[in-house]
């Protein structure tokens, strides 16, 4: 048995490689609270969360002066009872995303940890369902980009391997939004997929009366991403009654029971359960688990290079996300090819860190416990 015997919190904050905005924000910078894991036997692990802007100082605090002292001493092996036991040591402070966050750090570290000591990969520690998944990119679709910028982005992006490309949606009138998908249509193709995100912009009566303007367009959408609040699952259930067209949630849901009470009233269709706000590995199995028992497919949202082998872990993994973030920190590339990309095959989480650049660039002298 080895047990944590020092922990290792530091932040890095990456800005965007392009500007990001949709319905209802912007993306300022990726602070990147980090925790890095050693065991007694001297095995380290490395895990990470993220923000889009605000928070990293608070997930910091947590893991500091909270979380982090409740793990030393701890059996590494024992995932998810630490998971279970620090998430209702601050149970007062859930379900949402800043527990959430701070468990995913911690989490992702243990799991990559468990991955070197057994010289597994994650996408067969995890389960080992898929060899590659399909990807599409996001970062062409933006919502402030001209239609032209984004007709361009998706020639690029089809020139470029992907198998599709997600355009976010919410312009001042529909008829906005169906012009600039039909142009993306007209120059990818039938055989090219298109999502759509809306970024929980619209009300019901809205999403429903463009859910039916995008159908009778014929655009052939592969979805219709967070067309409501999150936390509005009777609206969704009315939605998904209204329209042919799959939709999408799960980006800004913090635990799997939230996850299950889309599923069991039909709320959903696809499941994008996010890594880092679901609160790490651990309930990202459960979550992608639970939504296989309802035959509904998962398609992560963000993070890739952690997502890559989850999604390829699971029998329902049907799409990765393609927004590179870690490659000002990060040797290693998830690579598109044909359309699709392979896990990595190396032990742990498959992230190569560049330690030298992550010192370079960490927004603070690293915090140690022991």
């Not at 970024?199 to 655009?219: D, K, M, P, Y």
Request: net charge negative; glycine share 8%.
């Amino acid at each position: 048995m080895s047990r944590i015997e020092r922990l290792e919190i530091l932040q890095v904050d990456l800005p965007p490689k392009v500007v990001r905005s949709d319905a209802i924000q912007s993306f300022a910078t990726q602070e990147t609270p980090m925790m890095r894991i050693t065991d007694s036997d001297g095995a380290t692990g490395i895990g990470y969360s993220y923000t889009i802007g605000q928070g990293g100082s608070s997930i910091v605090a947590l893991l500091r002066d909270h979380l982090g002292p409740m793990l030393l001493g701890r059996d590494a092996d024992c995932i998810d009872a630490i998971w279970h036991d620090l998430f209702m040591k601050t149970h007062a402070l859930s379900v949402g995303p800043l527990v959430a966050l701070s468990l995913a750090a911690i989490d992702t570290a243990l799991w990559d940890l468990r991955g070197k000591k057994t010289g597994l990969p994650l996408h067969k520690l995890a389960g080992g369902a898929k060899p590659r998944i399909p990807v599409y990119t996001t970062e062409g679709g933006w919502l402030h980009m001209s239609q032209a910028e984004i007709v361009a982005e998706a020639e690029a992006a089809l020139a470029n391997g992907f198998a599709g490309t997600k355009i976010k949606v919410g312009r001042a009138t529909v008829q906005e939004d169906i012009t600039r998908l039909s142009a993306v249509r007209r120059v990818v193709g039938d055989g090219f997929q298109v999502m759509t995100d809306a970024n929980q912009g619209f009300t019901v009566a809205e999403a429903i009366r463009r859910a039916g303007a995008f159908e009778q367009a014929g655009l052939d959408l592969a979805w219709y991403e967070e067309p409501l609040p999150a936390e509005d699952v009777e609206g969704h259930v009315r939605l998904s009654a209204a329209t042919r067209i799959p939709v999408a949630v799960g980006e800004s849901l913090y635990h799997p029971a939230q996850f299950r009470d889309y599923l069991a009233r039909g709320a959903c269709s696809i499941v994008q359960v996010d890594v880092a706000r679901i609160g790490g590995i651990t309930p990202w199995l459960k979550t992608a688990h639970l939504a296989e028992a309802f035959n509904v497919p998962v398609c992560p949202h963000f993070l890739m290079e952690l997502h890559l082998p989850l999604v390829c872990a699971v029998p329902n993994g049907a799409w990765l996300e393609h927004i590179p973030q870690l490659d000002d920190i990060a040797a290693s590339r998830v690579v598109v090819k044909d359309g699709f990309a392979t896990p990595p095959e190396a032990p742990g989480n498959g992230i190569e860190w560049d330690e030298a650049e992550i010192a370079r660039r960490q927004a603070f002298t690293p915090i140690v416990l022991r």
